[in-house]
Structure formats: C-alpha cells, structure tokens
C-alpha cells in the first residue's frame, strides 16, 4: 500500500520539478514496480546472453558448455573483489575516517546541494580507489541523509554510486589502463598486437592513456556534467522520499561508531591472548611489515613504479591501512565482520556473471558482434562505436579487467587497422565500460548494502544519469580522438 502511494505520488507532474527530475522519478516509478533485484537481474542476462548465441549461429550445446565451463573462471577475481569491498568498508568504518565523514556531512545544507555534494565526492573518491569510494560514499550518503532534512534517499543513494558509473576507470585504480601499462598483466596475445602499432613496443604507458591532456579534460567534463546534472536531478520536497520513509533506521555515525568500537573492546581480560587483541603492539609490528614489503614491492619495477599495481596490492595497502586505522586488532576484526555482509552479492552473483562471460569469450559471439561493427565503421565513428559496444557489453560483464581482455584483441587490431591511437581507445574503452554501470546493478551491491536500499530504488535515476552523461562521453571520444597521432 505504501509502495504504491509513493508510486503515484513519483508519477505526478509538480511544479518544482525539473525535466530531469521527473524523467528521473518515473523511472523510478517503473523499476520499483518492474526492475528485478540484482540476483534476478543476472538470471535473466543470462538467458537474454544464451538467446542471442543462438540467434547468432551458435549450438546449445556449446553455448552450454561455454557457460559451465566460464561458470568458476572468475573465482581468484571473485575473491579479489570480495577483499577489496571488505577492505575498502573496513577503512571507510574506522574512527579516523568516521570523524572526517561526519565533518563532512555538514557541508551541503539544502537537499538539492546535498545530492550535488554526494556526486562530486563519490567521483572524486572513485578517481582514487573505486573500492573505497563505494564504502566511503555510502557511508557519507547516509550520513547526509540524517542531517539534510527532506533530502531524497533513493537519489542520495544513486549519486553515492556515480563514480562507479563515471570516471573510475579512468583514474588510478582503472583496470585497462593498468593492465596495457604492465607486461605481467597483459596477455601476451594482447602485446603482440599491440606491437604491430607501436613499432615491437607491447605496452602503453599511463602517460599515453589516463595521464594525456585529452584523458584528463575528457575526465572533467564528464565530471562537471554529472554533478550539475545530479543538481537537477533532485525531486521536489513534495516528491522527496526519506530514509524514513524508507524504513532505514538512521543513527548518528559518530555515536553508533564509538559504541561499537567500545563493544569490540570489551574488557582487558587476564589472558594474554585477550591483552594481545586490545594493543597496539602487534598492528605496529605488521603495520611495519608491511610497508617493508611495499617498498619493496614498488622499487623492484625500473622506471615505473606504478607497474607494480594491482588488485593484490591494492587490497593488502587497504587491509594495512584499515588495521593501523582501527588500530587494535579486535576493532579491526569487528570491522571486517560487519563489513563482509556488502559482499554477500559479489560471492553469489560473479559465478553467475562467469557463466555469461563463458558464452561470450569462450564462443563466436563476442567476434561476430564486433566483426559487424568493425566492418560498418571508420576512422571517425570507431571511437563512439567503441564506447557505445563497451557499454552495451558491459551490461551483461561487468568486470573492467576481464571484459578488457575480451575486447581488447580486436579493438586493438581495428584500431591499427584503422590508423587510431592505441591509447586513445583504452580510454574510450574506460568510459564506454563505466556508463554501463549506470544501467546494471551488479557494482551497487555494497553500497545499496550500506545504504539498506534495493537496486530497483536507485536505478531510474542512474538511468536518467545514463542519458544526461553517455552522450556527452560519444561526443568528447570523437572530438578529442582527431588531435591525437597514431603512433
């Protein structure tokens, strides 16, 4: 009943609407009544994937065993993703960072400014570590919503997810750029292509992909886009719906904070086990250890230390710097406890996500499909082609790194054959592959965890962000393509 009161309620025309907020509350409308969760989400792409094999020319048979066999192939990334969701809530959820979010949450003092605000922090945040942005950004939308009184939850919710869907890959944890950039991380099928335009180099260095002046701008005004788009984005107080409204309880985060951390702390005890949990002797001591093994780590590359980053190293710098922050190993412990529920999703849903990958990789279909756009394509529309194909892939893969690998022999070889700059198209590969993430629900799992929302909640007005911000990435990946060379 009260679902359908909000329903009506978001489908009703008011005059302090903008055009954007009320295409964004009747998506809104839509998905909440229509829109499966996340799990069923991924059920339904896999058979949507499965039909267009057979449509395609591909035997059930094989696309069967396709999906069986693609089914586990995701399982040390699975994990990978999992770590580094629980890692980036267990640094987001420490006491240092607790009081910042808090600071924080006082700035923006309307609603409208407040989803504006949760926008630019969640990109700035993404920009830096994807995996903590959607930890930190939550965390802070919801922050905001028992401050900002009347703000709208579900487009909070959604603006704490935009980096995700925006600049991410783009910055310094953003998969493809990384992997192009590294020997050991790209396959060696993909460096021999990439050879062929570079002259026998089999690699692309940051400062031809993410650190070029055309990456950056590109950057900035997808940036700026976003966040004046976010602003007339929020709904009418009329149409606001509250965290109350909701059913979310919210609790001040510094007093939830230190009540938890004096739970976890407890008693001293009078066994030594019990004095060991609640020092900081034994975090200083790996914390030490640790950063010896980083240094070491980072000095063991020549010339370019940035090389040695990946998802491994990303998650044993967040879990360090989540037990120096928590300092006693006992608040570490509760943290991560509390923390591992927002990746509940990633464990159940990447196998799933595998299979499909399967029928895609392990197949004809991903070479069919590209084929056909190749063949229809130019010097000029390869690169919205490619944004456009990435995005559309990206719905049913959603894995930055591992969809690159599919894509990147072909999108490497058209762009030889197409004289295009091989750096240019990691970066239209990065921002076709991030607007995909506005449209499927699969990375707003921890932060819909945090928030205590469904992705049905947030996801019209992610799709309304959709269609404010890919067309402005088609235009700026054809612009800006024509002052780059080919090598």
């Given at each position: 009943m009260v679902g359908d009161v909000h329903t009506e309620r978001?489908?009703?025309?008011?005059?302090?609407?903008?055009?954007?907020?009320?295409?964004?509350?009747?998506?809104?409308?839509?998905?909440?009544?229509?829109?499966?969760?996340?799990?069923?989400?991924?059920?339904?792409?896999t058979f949507l994937i499965f039909a267009l094999g057979l449509a395609t020319g591909e035997s059930p048979t094989t696309l069967v065993d396709a999906w069986g066999e693609g089914f586990w192939s995701l399982i040390q990334f699975t994990l990978q993703m999992a770590m580094i969701i629980i890692g980036g809530y267990a640094v987001a959820v420490?006491?240092?960072?607790?009081?910042?979010?808090?600071r924080m949450a006082q700035i923006p003092k309307s609603p409208r400014a407040a989803i504006a605000f949760t926008a630019a922090v969640a990109m700035i945040s993404s920009y830096l570590n994807w995996a903590f942005s959607l930890i930190f950004t939550a965390i802070l939308a919801k922050e905001i919503a028992r401050v900002v009184r009347g703000v709208d939850y579900r487009a909070l919710g959604a603006m704490a997810f935009l980096g995700l869907g925006t600049v991410w890959a783009q910055g310094l944890s953003g998969s493809a750029a990384l992997q192009v950039a590294s020997p050991a991380s790209s396959p060696e099928a993909v460096q021999e292509i990439i050879a062929e335009g570079r002259d026998g180099e089999g690699i692309i260095p940051l400062t031809e992909t993410i650190f070029t002046w055309q990456s950056v701008l590109a950057t900035f005004v997808v940036f700026v886009v976003a966040v004046v788009m976010a602003w007339y984005l929020a709904p009418s107080p009329a149409r606001a719906k509250t965290a109350q409204e909701m059913g979310v309880e919210l609790r001040p985060l510094l007093a939830e904070k230190d009540g938890k951390e004096d739970a976890a702390s407890g008693s001293t005890g009078s066994r030594p086990g019990d004095w060991l949990e609640r020092s900081p002797l034994l975090t200083v001591l790996v914390g030490i250890l640790g950063l010896w093994y980083l240094v070491r780590h980072f000095t063991s590359v020549e010339g370019n230390p940035v090389a040695a980053i990946d998802l491994n190293t990303v998650n044993l710098v967040l879990i360090l710097l989540a037990l120096c922050l928590h300092w006693r190993p006992v608040r570490m412990v509760e943290a991560v406890r509390r923390g591992t529920p927002a990746a509940s999703g990633v464990l159940l849903q990447f196998p799933?996500?595998?299979?499909?990958?399967?029928?895609?990789?392990f197949t004809g279909l991903s070479k069919q499909i590209a084929g056909w756009m190749v063949s229809v394509s130019n010097e000029l529309l390869f690169p919205p082609l490619i944004a456009v194909y990435s995005a559309v892939?990206?719905?049913?893969?959603?894995?930055?790194?591992?969809?690159?690998?599919?894509?990147?022999?072909?999108?490497?070889?058209?762009?030889?054959?197409l004289h295009v700059n091989q750096g240019w198209m990691v970066v239209v590969y990065d921002l076709g592959e991030a607007s995909a993430n506005l449209l499927q629900p699969f990375w707003m799992l921890p932060t819909l965890a945090v928030l205590g929302l469904k992705a049905r909640d947030?996801?019209?007005y992610t799709f309304a962000m959709f269609l404010a911000c890919f067309?402005?990435?088609?235009?700026?990946?054809?612009?800006?393509?024509?002052?780059?060379?080919?090598?």
């Open positions: 978001d489908t009703e025309v008011l005059e302090g609407d903008t055009w954007l907020a009320r295409v964004a509350l009747r998506f809104t409308a839509f998905t909440e009544r229509w829109l499966p969760d996340a799990f069923g989400f991924v059920l339904v792409g420490s006491a240092p960072v607790a009081r910042l979010i808090a799933f996500y595998g299979g499909i990958f399967g029928m895609i990789a892939l990206g719905v049913f893969v959603p894995s930055g790194g591992s969809k690159w690998v599919i894509e990147a022999p072909y999108v490497i070889e058209a762009a030889n054959q947030i996801m019209g067309p402005v990435v088609l235009v700026v990946v054809t612009v800006l393509a024509q002052t780059l060379p080919f090598p």
